[in-house]
């Protein structure tokens, strides 16, 4: 069964500090993995794309891993802002369709403190 | 900034009632979806879209129905709106490529849904 799951299901992290959320994924035929960040109370907005033959990407202080291999991505942020308070979700496509089908993990929600 | 717009934020409504949620896209994107999103659980598609006349069910069963008669535009309708209807419902486009699902979703706000 193709699966996305997120851990930590929650996180709290002091401001300035880094932090590191996982992805596991069982979806096959992989085609690409993404991370969006969801606001409260807003739509997801795309941070990164990771491809099948992509180990790492950087988005400002957000950088991206991916291990095809064992099936795990990491978006690890660094120097935490307050602003980083938000849901991060793992989305996963498989190729098995014109479409695309998309699979979605439930979030880990971050809260950065003061 | 996405261009993307839903409305309204938040709707509260009695059983029974007929509803329509608005969404509307200046991007000229071919698709647009519908989720449902639930606190602490993951986005369920259940409405999209490949361009204009054209909607599909998407894998989460639902008593709402859409409509593509515009590019711009994809509203969603509940004719008989029921408790179990409360949910967050996040409207998204895309641009249409040669397939796969590579394309990057643009989502709105969302709306609200209460049914008391």
């Known amino acids: 069964k193709n699966q996305v799951e997120q851990s930590p299901q929650s996180l709290i992290i002091l401001e300035g500090k880094n932090c590191t959320l996982q992805?596991?994924?069982?979806?096959?035929?992989?085609?690409?993995l993404r991370w969006y960040k969801q606001d409260t109370g807003r739509g997801p907005v795309s941070l990164t794309i990771?491809?099948?033959?992509?180990n790492t990407k950087s988005n400002g202080r957000y950088t991206a891993t991916l291990d095809a291999d064992t099936k795990q991505s990491s978006l690890h942020i660094t120097a935490s802002q307050l602003s980083d308070s938000a849901s991060y979700i793992c989305?996963?496509?498989?190729?098995?369709?014109?479409?695309?089908?998309?699979?979605f993990g439930r979030g880990t929600q971050l809260t950065v403190w003061p | 900034e996405a261009d993307i717009y839903q409305t309204p934020r938040y709707l509260v409504i009695g059983t029974g009632k007929k509803i329509t949620l608005e969404c509307s896209q200046t991007?000229?994107?071919?698709?647009m979806y519908w989720y449902q999103q639930d606190p602490g659980m993951e986005l369920h598609l259940i409405h999209y879209?490949?361009?204009?006349?054209?909607?599909e069910k998407g894998d989460l069963s639902s008593e709402s129905t859409v409509s593509r008669i515009r590019t711009e535009h994809f509203p969603l309708t509940l004719e008989s709106a029921r408790p179990s209807h409360t949910s967050q419902y996040l409207c998204?486009?895309?641009?249409?490529?040669?397939?796969?699902?590579?394309?990057?979703?643009?989502f709105g706000s969302g709306t609200q849904l209460s049914v008391l």
């Open positions: 989305v996963v496509s498989d190729r098995g369709s014109t479409l695309g089908r998309l699979y």
């Open positions: 879209s490949y361009g204009v006349n054209s909607t």
């Open positions: 998204a486009s895309s641009e249409s490529t040669r397939g796969g699902g590579d394309e990057k979703l643009f």
């Open positions: 991007m000229g994107h071919d698709k």
């Open positions: 990771m491809t099948f033959s992509e």
């Open positions: 992805c596991n994924y069982t979806v096959s035929p992989f085609s690409n």
